[in-house]
């Protein structure tokens, strides 16, 4: 079936510096990735998406890149803050129904 | 706006037992989900419905039900209860299929 492979499960930075989270997919007609974060306790909430007519999408902080040939995308988090400890998931459409196949996670923690 | 609303929060059940999960938004979305979430497995979809009237098996829908009473409201149901279905469950809406997904704040089931 499909599946989508999220590296790695953990991510220890210091603050400040930046963490890169990857993903990989199986299904090459996937067209929609949205990454989502989920702090401790809560709900996950979109953080940020991208669609596979478009390589690269930023906003403030944040960045996604998708590369369709090698089907795989990851999040950028630039000068990383307390407040980004969380656990962070990818997402992959699969073409045929548009569901969503999620990465296992990846528990972000940003050291003082 | 409250969102999407879903409850309980918390439910403990014994093998064998029903139950069902109340889950409704006030977003006027058309796809609604039901997912869990277990520790490092990410979130598996169970059931969707893309649109009110319609319902679709997800990743994980065995020992589930689900009814979408109306455009509001996607309900989950277990019919016998087992240790395995122990887990935090999630409801979901969007706009459509492959849109920004919005959570509920989660029910914690544990079957004994």
């Known amino acids: 079936g499909e599946n989508v492979e999220q590296h790695p499960s953990t991510l220890s930075v210091q603050e400040g510096d930046s963490a890169v989270i990857k993903c990989t997919y199986s299904?090459?007609?996937?067209?929609?990735f949205p990454w989502y974060k989920q702090e401790l306790g809560k709900r996950p909430q979109l953080i940020i998406d991208?669609?596979?007519n478009v390589g690269e999408k930023k906003d403030q902080r944040i960045a996604v890149t998708l590369n369709k040939t090698a089907k795989h995308f990851s999040l950028h988090i630039t000068e990383t803050q307390p407040e980004d400890s969380a656990v962070y998931f990818c997402?992959?459409?699969?073409?045929?129904?548009?569901?969503?196949?999620w990465g296992a996670g990846t528990k972000l923690i940003i050291k003082p | 706006n409250a969102g999407v609303t879903q409850t309980p929060k918390f439910q403990v059940l014994k093998t064998g037992q029903s139950m069902t999960l109340q889950c409704a938004q006030d977003?006027?979305?058309?796809?609604m989900y039901w997912y869990r979430q277990d520790p490092g497995m990410g979130l598996r979809l169970i059931y969707y419905?893309?649109?009110?009237?319609?319902?679709d098996k997800g990743e994980v829908p065995n020992g589930y039900n689900v009814s979408r009473l109306n455009k509001r409201e996607f309900s989950l149901r277990l019919e016998s209860a087992a240790p395995s279905q122990t887990s935090v469950y999630f409801c979901?809406?969007?706009?459509?299929?492959?849109?920004?997904?919005?959570f509920g704040q989660g029910t914690r089931l544990t079957v004994v």
């Open positions: 979901a809406s969007s706009a459509s299929m492959n849109t920004e997904a919005f």
């Open positions: 977003m006027n979305h058309n796809s």
């Open positions: 419905s893309a649109s009110e009237g319609t319902t």
């Open positions: 299904d090459s007609a996937s067209n929609y």
């Open positions: 991208i669609r596979s």
């Open positions: 997402a992959a459409s699969i073409n045929s129904n548009y569901q969503l196949i």
